[in-house]
């Protein structure tokens, strides 16, 4: 009920920001919690960051202190805002909707992911 699509990747020196988006259609998105996951080459999906239906976010201690989660749920969108990027952030990044966790198995939309490459 919920088609997703990333956008805002990019290419970025180590130590940049970048602000990546990710657009709802079909069923609005505040019925669901949100979530940020990425996916390094020959690596598995990781968890990044949530934000519930209520506003409650949770972050991966990779990212603590550096990304943020928002959504605006009258423009059926979700944000990550991402500072002080480093090269291991490099990864295509996925949002997804569902149940809000730290588990990609408690999420049913997945989008197609936006590239994210940082240089060192």
């Known amino acids: 009920q919920v088609q997703l699509v990333e956008s805002g990747g990019g290419l970025v020196q180590a130590g940049g920001s970048l602000r990546i988006s990710c657009a709802a259609s079909?069923?609005?998105?505040?019925?669901?919690?949100m979530g940020w996951f990425r996916q390094a080459p020959g690596k598995e999906r990781e968890f990044v960051a949530y934000?519930?239906?209520?506003?409650?976010?949770d972050y991966a201690d990779s990212v603590k202190g550096r990304f943020t989660i928002s959504r605006d749920n009258a423009k059926n969108m979700v944000y990550l805002q991402m500072n002080s990027l480093k090269p291991e952030d490099t990864a295509v990044y996925l949002c997804?909707?569902?149940?809000?966790?730290?588990?990609?198995?408690?999420?049913?939309?997945w989008g197609q992911g936006t590239q994210v490459t940082v240089s060192s």
């Open positions: 997804a909707a569902g149940t809000a966790s730290s588990s990609q198995n408690t999420y049913y939309y």
């Open positions: 079909g069923r609005a998105v505040g019925v669901y919690a």
């Open positions: 934000i519930n239906r209520y506003g409650t976010t």
